[in-house]
């Protein structure tokens, strides 16, 4: 090991508060920037095992974009354990009823599947429309 190398410590942990406007942008490349700031990845003092990531808030979420045949080719399935008791929606669906929850999940499966990875995934802020509740905080926006 490096004589150099600094291990971040839950005390020494710096958050800031990003902003991305979703406007216009591909649902995946969104959610690959969203998990890498959650994760703190981005940072100098990144360590795997320390919650080090930032906040990040989202407006605009009804105009994300998808590319190719997703819409109707996307499935995502749910599962209630029971006989025929699997569910499945399609992204156009989501998308119409709840669109936050499809960045959400995106998200999520590329987040640690552990505490760790539950722990950041509250530091998402996902909002409809272009206001949003974190001005106060003044977030740093960033485009894609």
């Known amino acids: 090991m490096n004589k150099y190398t600094v291990m971040q410590r839950k005390e020494d942990v710096v958050r800031d508060w990003i902003h991305y406007d ?60 029971y006989m025929g008791g699997i569910r499945e929606r399609r992204l156009e669906e989501v ?18 599947k552990n505490k760790l990875g539950r722990q950041q995934l509250t530091r998402l802020r996902v909002f409809v429309g272009a206001e949003h509740a974190h001005t106060a905080q003044k977030p740093e926006t960033k485009e894609l």
């Open 95 to 112: 998308l119409a009823k709840n669109p936050a929850e499809a960045l959400m999940m995106a998200v999520k499966r590329m987040l640690p």
């Open 22 to 81: 979703a406007d216009g942008v591909v649902l995946g490349r969104l959610a690959a920037e969203i998990a890498k700031d959650l994760m703190g990845k981005k940072k100098v003092t990144f360590t795997p095992h320390i919650d080090g990531g930032d906040f990040v808030v989202v407006t605009n979420i009804e105009k994300i974009a998808v590319t190719g045949k997703k819409l109707t080719d996307k499935v995502y399935y749910n599962h209630s354990g």
